[in-house]
């Protein structure tokens, strides 16, 4: 099972940037799509950003779409996200992930479809 290891958040203040990076453990990686998700306190994990596995194609949710974008560096087995113009609202535990079992061309939003996660970074926004 491809290891996923985030790295990247912290603490910003509203309007500020952070670049998160998830690093997988073996070089299949780049046959996988890859995507974030997050998890706020008390609410569900949701959808944030996926990269198909050349990098092609991107989808992003709509909350997010114009401030953050998500890059691949299949020679670093590394998938990035940049994230500016940070709000409160984007306080979450974020995670990356990778779909290991269905088609790396394609975009997947749906946790269910994820099959390998990393263990998850902290990002908290102040106002």
């Known amino acids: ?3 996923l290891m985030e790295s990247g958040g912290g603490l910003v203040q509203a309007g500020g940037s952070l670049r ?3 690093t ?3 070089r299949t990686f780049e046959d996988y799509s ?4 997050r ?12 990269i198909t596995r050349t990098g092609t194609i991107t989808h992003y949710a709509d909350y997010v779409k114009g401030r953050f974008t998500i890059s691949r560096d299949n020679a670093e087995n ?3 996200l940049e994230m500016n113009s940070l709000e409160p609202e984007d306080t979450a535990v974020y995670y990356c992930a ?5 088609s790396g061309s394609s975009i997947w939003t749906t946790t269910r479809m994820y099959g390998s996660w990393g263990q998850g970074t902290q990002v908290t926004v102040s106002s």
């Not at 890859?34 to 998700?37: E, T």
């Not at 998890?39 to 996926?50: D, K, N, S, T, W």
């Open 24 to 26: 997988a453990s073996e």
């Open 39 to 50: 998890q706020a306190p008390g609410r569900e994990r949701e959808f944030v950003a996926a």
């Open 20 to 22: 998160l990076s998830c």
């Open 98 to 102: 990778a779909v290991t079992r269905y």
């Open 78 to 80: 590394t998938v990035y």
């Open 34 to 37: 890859r995507g974030w998700f």
């Open 1 to 3: 099972q491809v290891q």
